[in-house]
């Protein structure tokens, strides 16, 4: 039995045994098993559960797809599960009473590999969740990113125990200071501060606090908004309520039951529009903006040639998953998903993915764009590293189609990695196809990246290159960009 501690780590099945899950929720636990996800609940969480699944709120929020696809299993299919030991003995540990299956979401994502657009669409999401319950008299125990994944750019909620049957009259939101702790304060910070969500959720699992972005504003900082609201205030109060906090989280009913509610639904409203004043601006611009564009390594003839070689390559073997390793401005990735491929495509910039997934999400692409870079993946985090897995461990054979286009010279001339590790990690991460650009010393750009230390990269040819490829694939076609130092390859994995 393996064991994870998050949604969003555990619905990354792994096809094979159960395995158990989740050890922060009292109420029940994950496990996968032959590639399904299923989650067993005891006797804490049925009734809400039951309450969420017989709502009217609940069928709309599973039939539009905002909450991972739920079902209760029968009782045949649940003596058929537990049948399995491993499961039978997770099922007792935890005091089961309910088995549900969910919904399978093919790449988990997690809140620090998301570019701010991404956390931002995440947190409308939940707050779209809390509106749209109350009606039913259900609300949210918790309100953090970790509940949340992406559909290729859709957010989608994962954690159905977080939902809960609302007190009448309480018209408490208790998940209100973890949105923005985990929400609000990380979009804040880096809208105002430049910090890029890793730096601020990396290390940080529960977000900001007040006191710290405090810290950091200036004396007229902190009496404008949003600082004054979000930071200053709570900073101000918290320094008095220290001693008596614990009241803070008690539920306090109203004898209206009705009033409750529109204070509720009026303190939602608040929050989504401090977020719509913390959403990332259009237009951001980064150094690699205008990389296309601006590199004059490429003509317009060169872009049509890489274009009809990649579309070459994707209608003939029709991948089903891609990753597109450097995406840049997702050119190359939409291309995929129009062409039918769900595509992860990652890039270390965030102002890149961010525009990625803009486009995606206007066009309903399947694309999944996340701000990671290959040379330095995301690492497994949380408890004992395995809450939530590492980049590597959820892309691994994940996909049967890797595009490295215009990236390897950055990975060997700036990260210095060698050659032959590049080729081993392509090989590793796609099952069937690698579309790769070789780029030449002698490249304008590759020059560039040395600055003046070419004498590193003298041995590396043209041949050189194909044979090191050699190893791991078979060369299916190749094709040279004219009047360049650029070679595009299309290559299958050798099958011994």
């Known amino acids: 039995m ?12 792994d096809g094979g045994g159960a395995m158990a899950a989740s050890f922060r929720d009292p109420a029940g636990t994950l496990f996968s098993s032959g590639g399904r996800i299923f989650r067993i609940v005891n006797a804490q969480g049925t009734a809400d559960l039951d309450a969420f699944l017989g709502s009217a709120a609940g069928r709309g929020l599973l039939e539009s797809g905002s909450v991972a696809g739920t079902r209760m299993l029968g009782e045949g299919e649940r003596q058929e599960l537990l049948g399995d030991p491993g499961v039978q ?63 290729g750019p859709d957010p989608v909620f994962i954690d159905v125990l977080s939902f809960e049957r609302r007190v009448a009259g309480d018209a408490t939101w208790l998940p209100y200071a973890q949105f923005v702790r985990t929400f609000t304060l990380p979009l804040l910070a880096n809208k ?38 979000l930071v200053s205030l709570p900073a101000w109060l918290g320094r008095r309520q220290r001693q008596a906090s614990a009241g803070i989280y008690q539920r306090k009913p109203l004898a209206n039951a009705e009033k409750a509610a529109f ?53 003939e073997f ?54 990671v870079n ?12 395995r809450e939530c897995a590492s980049f590597l461990d959820r892309a691994r054979g994940g996909f049967d189609a890797v595009l490295m286009l215009a990236v ?27 579309v790769i650009e070789f780029i030449a010393p002698e490249d304008s750009m590759f020059q560039r990246l040395t600055r003046g230390r070419e004498e590193l990269h003298r041995g590396l040819t043209i041949a050189v290159f194909e044979s ?13 960009l004219e009047g360049s130092a650029r070679w595009l390859y299309l290559m299958r994995i050798r099958g011994d």
């Open 263 to 315: 204070i509720l639904s009026t303190l939602l409203h608040g929050l989504r529009r401090t977020m719509e004043k913390l959403k990332p601006a259009a237009g951001r611009k980064s150094a690699w903006s205008d990389y296309m564009a601006s590199n004059n390594n490429y003509s317009a003839e060169h872009h049509a040639a890489k274009k009809e070689f990649v579309a070459g390559a994707l209608a």
């Open 192 to 229: 105002y501060y430049g910090l890029a969500l890793d730096q601020v959720l990396f290390a940080r699992r529960d977000g900001l606090e007040p006191e710290e972005v405090y810290r950091w504003a200036g004396p007229l900082e902190r009496l404008r908004p949003p600082f004054l609201s």
């Open 408 to 434: 390897i010279h950055h990975m060997l001339v700036t990260e210095r990695v060698p050659l032959a590790e590049i080729v081993d990690l392509a090989a590793e991460l796609t099952t069937d196809l690698l």
């Open 318 to 371: 029709h991948p089903k998953r891609v990753l597109d390793v450097g995406c840049n401005d997702g050119f190359f990735s939409a291309l995929a998903a129009r062409a039918g491929a769900g595509v992860v495509a990652i890039d270390y910039d965030p102002v890149m993915a961010g525009e990625v997934w803009l486009n995606a999400s206007g066009e309903g692409l399947d694309i999944l764009p996340l701000v």
């Open 89 to 151: 003995s997770l099922f007792d540990a935890v005091r089961g009473e309910m088995v549900v299956e969910h919904e399978r979401i093919v790449f988990p994502s997690f809140p620090y590999e998301w570019p701010p657009e991404m956390l931002h669409a995440a947190g409308v999401h939940t707050l779209d969740l809390a509106q749209a319950l109350l009606p039913d008299g259900l609300g949210l125990k918790d309100a953090t990113p970790y509940n949340v994944l992406f559909r």
């Open 468 to 480: 090191c490829c050699r190893r791991r694939f078979d060369v299916v076609r190749s094709q040279h």
């Open 374 to 385: 290959l040379t330095r993946p995301t690492p497994g985090m949380g408890w004992r590293n």
């Open 2 to 13: 393996k064991s994870t501690k998050n949604d969003a780590a555990r619905l990354n099945p």
